[in-house]
């Protein structure tokens, strides 16, 4: 019995080592010839192995990310699009993924940012030319061919692959364009008599949007109550525009004498849209813009689900205020 039982799970581990040869050496035809995967830069490497088990490029996603936390490649993948033209084996997949060198890199702007922010990230790729390092915004934007001088909330969230060597010149005008290219086809479709005088005022009501909103599904309501306020000339009094005024200023958390302090962007002492975007906003939120709720909500506030609240009348906010945040506190 010991020698059948020792025969059987020879046989089975042979059989088992032939598979795993079969998975990892032998290369697989590719379905499209070139062939191309992205990997951006909060993509793990499980998720881009069901990519390629679904294309049918490799045999079997558990063991190329087995194989990858053996080899330290789950850690070592950079960002950008990976092309292959020919029948490639999963072992030569993962060392073409651990050498780290893309046939295009790639840099994420993430919707909710700053130009600020973004500039940040653009200028520590190391695979771009950067000829706009000390350029003012001003400057960014002739260069670009932009009509607008500000740079807030023009560039589209997204995840933008470029050949290394080119510039970061020629990706803040590809993001700027396909912002450009969003923003006309959601003005050109938004519902009919918002008190919007322009897609840059609908670019900038989608910013504050982005800024308010935890849940996706609030985006419309939130929307609906910033166009009811400004229907009726009431201040819109949204703290993440008054965050962005203050600048450098802002150090975690806003006081009463914050929300006093006259600046641009303070939308409790000013009424109206503030003069530009605060933010890199989602198509979704450009979306909530240009169609928001019909309600009459004029007020909402943060539940404990981080949900908003959202309420008609003055004493229906006092109320869930003291539900969700009076009594929060306590």
Do not use: C
């Amino acid at each position: 019995m010991k020698k059948i039982l020792a025969r059987t799970v020879a046989a089975l581990l042979a059989a088992l080592l032939i598979w795993l040869a079969w998975v990892v050496v032998v290369p697989v035809p590719l379905p499209t010839t070139p062939y191309s995967v992205a990997v951006g830069p909060s993509r793990t490497l499980s998720q881009v192995a069901r990519t390629l088990e679904s294309d049918g490029v490799i045999r079997n996603r558990w063991v190329m990310v087995g194989l990858s936390r053996i080899m330290g490649t789950d850690r070592q993948v950079k960002a950008g699009l990976y092309e292959f033209s020919g029948p490639v084996a999963m072992w030569g997949l993962l060392k073409r993924l651990a050498e780290g060198s893309p046939d295009q890199a790639g840099l994420t702007a993430i919707e909710g940012w700053t130009f600020r922010q973004f500039r940040q990230v653009v200028d520590r790729q190391k695979d771009l030319v950067h000829v706009t390092r000390g350029w003012s915004e001003e400057r960014i934007m002739m260069e670009i061919g932009a009509t607008e001088t500000r740079a807030e909330g023009l560039f589209f969230p997204s995840t933008y692959y470029y050949v290394p060597g080119s510039t970061d010149l020629e990706l803040y005008q590809r993001a700027y364009r396909t912002m450009q290219q969003h923003l006309q086809s959601v003005w050109e479709g938004r519902r009919a008599e918002l008190p919007y005088h322009s897609a840059y005022e609908l670019l900038t009501m989608a910013s504050l949007i982005e800024k308010e909103t935890a849940h996706p599904e609030d985006r419309t309501m939130v929307a609906s109550v910033f166009v009811n306020r400004l229907r009726i000339g009431m201040r819109l009094q949204t703290d993440p525009a008054v965050i962005y005024g203050m600048g450098a200023n802002y150090r975690g958390n806003i006081s009463k004498a914050d929300l006093r302090r006259d600046t641009p962007y303070n939308t409790y002492t000013r009424a109206g849209l503030p003069p530009t975007p605060i933010a890199l906003p989602s198509r979704a939120s450009l979306d909530a813009a240009a169609h928001p709720a019909e309600s009459r909500a004029l007020y909402f506030v943060a539940s404990r689900e981080g949900r908003s609240q959202f309420s008609e009348t003055l004493d229906e906010h006092n109320a869930a205020v003291r539900e969700f945040i009076t009594k929060k506190g306590r």
